[in-house]
């Protein structure tokens, strides 16, 4: 494996090849579910949570230790607790293709499944159904769309100084390719803390009246945890085409969290349930350590990514005026 390694243009999750992605939203309630597909013989899979108020399905299935060694699917969503039931509608797509794990009764399918806590920004008992799930799961392809779509609908960031100062932010996708192997990311955002850029400087967060961003770290200080807000997660998925173990899996879970430590600032609070999954399906022989790394570089851009393209992507309006300023 060659030393240099740059961004994909425009690269994407399903630069890996088996992944795809599709979304699915409701415009009136300002929520939505994304969801991974892998394919009919399912990716490795491991899951690395690390927020202090994680809401997931299915994630002790992909312990190290554990039976299960592949999934067919990853379901990301809003809704809290309440849009884990979209993965339901992906299991039903799934077992209807004859797709999941053979149990000799019936074929089971392994959907994993991670939720944030949008309710405050569109309607509160609005939230991703099983019929919402299958909608994405049909829709699911090689291009999809990045910003305020599918589970990004109702995400925002900076919510140290209160939803009113937060600014919207979204679904993001970025992909590196070293020779044969390919690393891709995606996430979805709903961060208590604000996003930077490499050399640190705030892409989005709280905003000052009359322009620019409030400082975490003054905020912080300043407003006293009871006060703080808790509807927080950061989200992300990566995959490649590496020849990984289950437990190597794990390991490129726990250090494509560094993508997310990278580009949001503070970050794993005991306001956010932040959690990565990790999938791996091919041939690429390479050192897990080495996938684990590019991981992290592609979690980083993608997280950038939902605050770029958040306002007005596909045609959908910014939510609440929460803009970008700078």
């Known amino acids: 494996m060659g030393s240099e390694a740059a ?47 994680p809401a997931t399905r299915e994630t002790d299935a992909l312990r190290p230790e554990c039976l299960v060694e592949r999934v067919h699917s990853v379901v990301l969503c809003g809704g809290s607790a309440f849009g884990l039931a979209a993965a339901q509608g992906v299991m039903e797509y799934l077992k209807n293709k004859g797709v999941g794990i053979d149990t000799h009764v019936a074929r089971v399918p392994i959907v994993p499944a991670a939720a944030m806590f949008d309710l405050p920004v569109g309607q509160p008992y609005a939230y991703p159904t099983p019929a919402m799930g299958l909608q994405a799961a049909r829709a699911a392809g090689i291009d999809f769309a990045e910003g305020s779509v599918g589970a990004g609908m109702g995400l925002t960031v900076g ?31 709903n961060a208590f803390g604000q996003i930077v850029r490499e050399d640190g400087t705030v892409l989005a967060g709280a905003r000052r009246a009359g322009g620019g961003w409030l400082d975490a770290r003054e905020v912080l200080r300043s407003v006293p945890p009871e006060a703080r807000p808790i509807e927080n997660t950061s989200l992300a998925i990566v995959g490649t085409n590496a020849k990984l173990s289950k437990a190597q899996v794990k390991r490129v879970a726990m250090m494509a969290q560094d993508g997310l430590a990278r580009s949001i600032y503070p970050v794993h609070t005991l306001f956010d349930g932040d959690s990565v999954f990790a999938l791996a399906c091919g041939d690429v022989e390479v050192e897990p350590s080495l996938v684990g790394t590019w991981a992290a570089d592609a979690v980083a851009e993608a997280v950038r990514r939902t605050v770029l393209l958040a306002s007005g992507a596909g045609g959908i309006p910014a939510v609440r005026n929460l803009e970008m300023t700078s």
Not at 8 to 15: N, R, S
Not at 165 to 186: F, H, N, P, Q, Y
């Open 7 to 53: 961004y994909t243009k425009a690269g994407q999750l399903t630069d890996v090849p088996g992944l795809q992605v599709g979304h699915a939203q409701d415009l009136e309630g300002i929520t939505g579910c994304t969801v991974v597909l892998c394919g009919e013989e399912g990716f490795t899979a491991a899951a690395d949570i690390r927020g202090g108020g």
């Open 159 to 189: 919510k140290y100084a209160g939803l009113e100062l937060a600014t919207k932010s979204g679904i993001g996708t970025a992909s590196m390719r070293v020779e044969d192997l390919v690393v891709g990311a995606i996430a979805a955002v």
